[in-house]
């Protein structure tokens, strides 16, 4: 996934973006484009691998053919002169890459419609949706789609309008396409370089279901290292990795990135949005992670209403060995008084209805493993916020839990400008210390107009002070839990690593001698002066 190299194709189709704009809503538009883009990269791998699976079979489309039969793609053909086969064909693919998608909704069928400006577009992309969502995978992905809406009156006030609108809109990014590979790689980062630019160009609302690559970097390299001693590098597997508020799933991804392919034995993801939850599915399966290798749930985490999170048994429940999130910050809930009886807040207590913050990161640690690193975004307020919260920050570091506090930059975030914390939780600590990391200040980060950037080496930086617990003066230190139970169980960053420079200390005695030294300058300067003066017959001074 691309960091500080941004997608060339990304950057063509977010031009072609704003190219379009005009024609719908941005919100609209980035739920057409990106499920296009989705659609075409789900075309484009089945047909390669139709290719090599039919080698000499598969048809030249020749303009003969392709008139006999009333088709448009070569896989049409195919169909046509081997109905008998299909069946045996499909189930063969569904082995290989586990789906099917039949030739009419190829999306080189969908373009061919387009160019044309054919009247069975609009019709063709509906039905083509339906398929995808109920028929293409084995397992359903039901309501993939469920916020493309082609009868919106957005589109155009009648179907002749609509579909003269989306034959435009896929023309031109077909065009935009053309140069490029349509490799889940290519497609996957310029799949990412668009959520960002639609989260950055949205404002705080778009912001909520993206997390800047640069921290999502930062918690992947972190959760992937060894539990016990992050020194010793990078783990060899990780089974089960959950992210509970996986937005658009980039976090998830990272650390797949991390592990690599094989590294990883499956992806699971809760987010309580429909859009970016149906984002989510769609990117998983865009940077080529099979259905079978990921499970995406839509539903509220803080009500823990997915099914395999609620079994309260120690030996038969799920646990993870890492666990990230990004979740809302300081969001309003209701807990109850059942609330406080729930498995995963009953020995530390229940957040305030003010900040669900604790109640979040709660929720993720009774999943972690023994062998697990969970990292989390929040806000500052949960290292030293009194009443509820103090009495869950006391238990956390008493049980010995927190491994690691990072401070970071402020306007870092397209959704708010405030510094954020990172916090490291493990169950596996051997170490009666927490690391304390202030990368906040001014040399640890780029200024933008809009935007505060962290660099590839103000991650590095981070990443290998964590790794092996680096102790820099005004950047971090190992603190004592004496220490931090002396101050109360207040976290604060700063009171543990301070910024301030210290003043440079002044040579008094230097000092003088140099005032006495300018002074003897001074005197020799008038008395040469007042010799000419008395020369010149004139007053002295």
């Given amino acids: ?65 392709l008139k006999k039969w009333q088709v448009m793609t070569s896989l049409h053909i195919w169909y046509k002169e081997n109905e008998e086969d299909a069946p045996l064909f499909e189930k063969q693919m569904r082995r290989k890459i586990h789906y099917v998608i039949e030739p009419q909704y ?47 009156e957005k589109l155009g006030k009648n179907y002749t309008e609509r579909n003269l609108l989306l034959s435009k809109v896929i023309k031109t990014i077909s065009d935009g396409l053309t140069e490029f590979t349509s490799d889940s790689d290519s497609l996957g980062d310029a799949y990412e370089y668009l959520i960002g630019q ?19 970097t930062i918690l992947s390299r972190i959760v992937t290292l060894d539990c016990q001693d992050p020194a ?55 940077h080529g992670v099979k259905d079978t290798e990921f499970e995406i749930f839509h ?24 666990v990230v999130a990004n979740p809302p910050f300081s969001l309003r809930w209701e807990p109850t008084e059942e609330t406080a009886k729930d498995f995963r807040f009953g020995r530390y207590g229940v957040a305030p209805k003010s900040a669900a913050d604790f109640a979040f990161l709660l929720h993720g640690f009774h999943f972690l493993s023994e062998e697990g690193t969970m990292a989390i975004i929040l806000p500052h307020g949960v290292l030293f916020r009194g ?14 839990n927190i491994d690691a506090i990072i401070g970071l930059p ?38 933008g107009k809009r935007q505060n950037y962290l660099r590839d080496e103000d991650v590095d930086k981070i990443v290998s002070t964590y790794q092996y617990r680096k102790e820099e003066t005004r950047y971090s230190r ?14 604060n960053i700063t009171r543990y690593v301070n910024l301030s420079k210290e003043e440079e200390r002044i040579d008094l005695l230097a000092v003088n001698r140099e005032l006495k030294k300018i002074d003897e300058q001074i005197e020799k300067a008038r008395n040469r002066h007042n010799e000419f003066l008395r020369e010149l017959g004139l007053p002295e001074i």
């Fill in 1 to 65: 996934m691309t960091t500080s190299k941004q997608s060339e194709l990304g950057k063509t189709l977010w031009n072609i973006a704003n190219n379009l704009r005009g024609a719908m809503m941005a919100d609209d538009f980035r739920d057409y484009m990106l499920s296009f883009l989705f659609w075409k990269y789900l075309s484009d791998n089945y047909i390669k691998v139709a290719q090599k699976e039919l080698g000499a079979d598969y048809p030249v489309a020749t303009e003969e053919k």
């Fill in 387 to 400: 009443g509820k919260e103090l009495a869950i920050r006391k238990k956390l570091i008493e049980d010995d």
């Fill in 232 to 286: 010793m590098g990078k783990k060899s597997k990780i089974n089960r990795v959950l992210d509970f508020a996986c937005g658009s799933g980039s976090l998830l991804l990272n650390v797949r990135h991390e592990m690599g392919d094989s590294g990883i034995g499956k992806i699971y993801g809760q987010e309580k949005n429909i859009t970016t939850y149906n984002l989510a599915r769609m990117n998983m399966l865009l």
């Fill in 299 to 322: 539903g509220d985490s803080l009500a823990n209403d997915w099914s395999i999170l609620k079994e309260q048994n120690p030996a038969k429940k799920i646990t993870f060995d890492a």
């Fill in 106 to 152: 190829l999306w080189d069928n969908i373009v061919e419609l387009a160019r044309t400006q054919s009247g069975d577009l609009l019709s063709t992309l509906q039905d083509g949706f339906k398929y995808i969502e109920n028929e293409s995978f084995e397992s359903s992905f039901k309501g993939l789609f469920s916020e493309i809406n082609l009868d919106s």
């Fill in 198 to 216: 639609f989260a950055a160009g949205g404002g705080q609302k778009a912001g909520e279901f993206y997390t800047p690559q640069m921290i999502s």
């Fill in 410 to 447: 402020a306007n870092l975030f397209y959704s708010t400008g405030i510094p954020v914390c990172l916090i490291v939780l493990k169950k596996c600590r051997k170490n009666d210390k927490i690391l304390f990391i202030n990368a906040s200040s001014d040399e640890h980060y780029e200024k």
């Fill in 478 to 491: 190992q603190v004592s839990l004496q220490e931090i139970k002396e101050n109360e169980y207040n976290l």
